[in-house]
């Protein structure tokens, strides 16, 4: 873009929301803690995706740099101000230090089938000594966060800031790509890649115990959303995972005055299917 040529106003939305592309939710985010993933959400949500007509916005369009706040951290995710500053300070620089590990990519940088790319996230990080980081998007991750012709995800960032674990948060957000069908599955290698869990939990048993298990259990206890699973097997072995979720249905009803009020029936709790 011309240094003359200013970027188009972007919409701000009343709720701070994320958007990224689906291959960037089905990504590998390494070593990333949980607090890690919570600041990179924050600043991605900082993007903005819209202009003031409301036309999605090319990634071209998009400001790269962008501050995050303590005050703003932890008015987010509930965590005190010394807490919050601390958090950014690590996160910076893991931000820094990352290149995400990208699958199954198709006209998006390039216009063949590629196997595998590693992205860097950041190309500046600022640490200030009024309790902000300042970082710049780098250029090759930006065609990720924003992608008019491609699908995109869609959430508010304060639907993921009372979970406890990061695998939840990456399990809400598979499951926000996959609204419109109600299921989702997996083999356990994309969800041992999804999760990052590297060479943790390799016994199944536990790889389920303290990732997806647990993240249901949480899913389903702090959101809309009720979630189920059943374990596909070749053989004996458990070699994927069939994810089922339904919503919170919202049903209108009118009072006596003739207001409308809202009524919120979250869908019945389904045990999750076990192996035998």
Excluded: C
């Excluded at 198709?106 to 980081?133: C, F, M, P, W």
């Amino acid at each position: 873009m011309p240094k003359n040529q200013s970027l188009p106003a972007v919409f701000k939305s009343k709720t701070t929301k994320v958007y990224k592309n689906k291959e960037l939710n089905n990504a590998n985010f390494g070593d990333f803690n949980k607090n890690d993933y919570e600041v990179l959400m924050s600043l991605i949500a900082k993007l903005g995706k819209v202009d003031a007509q409301g036309k999605y916005l090319q990634h071209t369009e998009l400001q790269r740099e962008h501050t995050l706040t303590a005050l703003e951290f932890s008015k987010m995710f509930n965590t005190d101000l010394d807490n919050a500053y601390k958090i950014l300070k690590r996160a910076a620089k893991r931000l820094w230090d990352t290149s995400l590990k990208i699958d199954n990519l198709h006209n998006i940088l390039a216009n063949d089938k590629i196997a595998k790319i590693e992205v860097r996230v950041i190309e500046k990080q600022v640490t200030y000594k009024n309790g902000s980081i300042g970082i710049v998007f780098s250029e090759s991750i930006m065609p990720f966060l924003a992608q008019v012709h491609q699908k995109f995800v869609l959430y508010n960032l304060k639907e993921i800031a009372n979970f406890s674990s990061l695998y939840t948060i990456r399990l809400y957000e598979l499951i926000q790509e996959w609204q419109t069908t109600g299921y989702i599955r997996k083999s356990i290698d994309e969800l041992r890649e999804l999760f990052a869990v590297g060479s943790k939990y390799k016994l199944y048993k536990d790889f389920k115990v303290y990732t997806f298990q647990h993240a249901i259990n949480e899913i389903n206890e702090k959101t809309e959303y009720n979630v189920s699973f059943t374990e596909i097997k070749t053989g004996r072995k458990v070699t994927a995972i069939e994810f089922r979720f339904t919503r919170t249905i919202v049903e209108k009803r009118f009072r006596g005055d003739g207001t409308q009020k809202n009524t919120y029936i979250k869908p019945a709790h389904k045990e999750p299917a076990q192996d035998d």
